[in-house]
């Protein structure tokens, strides 16, 4: 079975991040066809991005923050 991540970026962008999520969990061939990773990096120091994708997609989705320098 192949094997893909997708990383979206996201800064500010909440209701768009979660849309984005959703339609690509509810893709045709996700984990039938292919497994899929789905990495969110959250630019923002704001944490109601995080919040939300845990309590909407709990473990589907690996949620990450880059340091700030």
Do not use: C, W
């Not at 209701?15 to 066809?33: E, Y």
């Amino acid at each position: 079975m192949i094997s893909a991540s997708i990383i979206i970026p996201a800064y500010r962008r909440i209701d768009q991040t979660l849309q984005t999520i959703d339609l690509i969990l509810h893709s045709k061939g996700i984990n039938t066809d292919f497994n899929l990773e789905i990495i969110v990096s959250d630019a923002s120091e704001d944490e109601k991005l995080q919040v939300e994708i845990i309590k909407t997609f709990a473990d589907k989705i690996i949620y990450t923050r880059p340091s700030q320098p």
